[in-house]
């Protein structure tokens, strides 16, 4: 028994503190050892049930990191509930978005960032510019097609999925938008910055264009003013066509 409680210690790297009561550790020391104990028998499975919610997010960043490696390390299955999507994307080797009780999408994190299947899953992963419009008859062609919105704006997707026919919402991620000079691309166009937010690792702007306002996030080093006209460009790729709601 002492063997195995020095080997599940030594894992957490809490093996200097075996003599000291759990109520006189921190909170991340606490959270440490309740995977050790967790651990201590080498289940095949483990649940985490949001387990660095009471974290602070310094912590929560570095436990996030302890975890993955510990689960890499004994090789088993861990299944991890959190509310937190930067922590789901940043952990795991698959993500299911549920809604309700039910599953909306289940993909690789990447997927689930990039190929969001329908309104829910773009609107609760990341930050994402929801534009509504409809796809223009016979416009699908080569992998792409044209999305039209109510203010006359046409937006060239691409259809790595096909058209279906229902889709009435594009997804553009605010990290996929590019402002400055024009890209040559399809989608470019004049806009105006009207609010600008400093968010330490990143600047958020709000931009007006010709289908309403975009959130476009850029590294903290693109420092723009508001009120400046740019030119709002993004890759057909990053404008994703969502389905209706339909969950799994």
């Given at each position: 028994?002492?063997?195995?409680?020095r080997?599940?210690?030594d894992?957490?790297?809490?093996?200097?503190?075996?003599?000291?009561?759990?109520?006189?550790?921190?909170?991340?020391?606490?959270?440490?050892i309740?995977?050790?104990?967790?651990?201590?028998?080498?289940?095949?499975?483990?649940?985490?049930?949001?387990?660095?919610?009471?974290?602070?997010?310094?912590?929560?960043?570095?436990?996030?990191?302890?975890?993955?490696?510990?689960q890499?390390?004994?090789?088993?299955?861990?299944?991890?509930?959190?509310h937190?999507q930067?922590?789901?994307?940043?952990?795991?080797?698959?993500v299911?978005?549920?809604?309700?009780?039910?599953?909306?999408?289940?993909?690789?994190?990447?997927?689930?960032?990039?190929?969001?299947r329908?309104?829910?899953?773009?609107?609760f992963?990341?930050?994402?510019?929801?534009?509504?419009?409809?796809?223009?008859?016979?416009?699908?062609?080569?992998?792409?097609?044209?999305?039209?919105t109510?203010?006359?704006?046409?937006?060239?997707?691409?259809?790595?999925?096909?058209?279906?026919?229902?889709e009435?919402?594009?997804?553009?991620?605010?990290?996929?938008?590019?402002?400055?000079?024009?890209?040559?691309?399809?989608?470019?166009?004049?806009?105006?910055?009207?609010?600008?937010?400093?968010?330490?690792?990143?600047?958020?702007?709000?931009?007006?264009w010709?289908?309403?306002?975009l959130i476009?996030?850029?590294?903290?080093?693109?420092?723009?003013?508001?009120?400046?006209?740019?030119?709002?460009?993004?890759?057909?790729?990053?404008?994703?066509l969502?389905q209706?709601?339909?969950?799994?």
């Open positions: 028994m002492e063997q195995q409680v080997r599940a210690l894992l957490v790297q809490m093996q200097d503190f075996v003599s000291r009561p759990a109520s006189k550790l921190s909170g991340g020391q606490q959270q440490r309740a995977v050790a104990r967790a651990i201590a028998f080498s289940p095949k499975v483990v649940l985490f049930d949001e387990p660095l919610s009471n974290l602070d997010a310094k912590l929560r960043a570095e436990m996030r990191v302890e975890l993955r490696e510990l890499h390390r004994l090789a088993f299955t861990s299944v991890y509930v959190t937190d930067e922590e789901a994307l940043a952990i795991s080797d698959r299911i978005v549920m809604n309700a009780g039910g599953i909306e999408q289940i993909g690789s994190p990447r997927e689930i960032y990039d190929r969001p329908n309104r829910f899953v773009a609107d992963i990341g930050s994402a510019n929801l534009i509504s419009g409809w796809v223009r008859p016979g416009s699908a062609a080569n992998g792409a097609a044209i999305f039209e109510p203010e006359g704006a046409a937006i060239e997707v691409a259809t790595i999925a096909g058209v279906r026919g229902d009435n919402t594009v997804a553009l991620r605010a990290s996929y938008i590019h402002l400055g000079a024009a890209t040559g691309s399809a989608n470019s166009a004049r806009g105006r910055i009207e609010r600008r937010r400093f968010h330490g690792d990143f600047i958020e702007y709000a931009v007006r010709p289908a309403g306002t476009v996030r850029r590294p903290p080093t693109e420092v723009l003013e508001e009120g400046a006209e740019v030119t709002v460009s993004f890759a057909r790729e990053h404008a994703v969502l209706e709601s339909a969950q799994v």
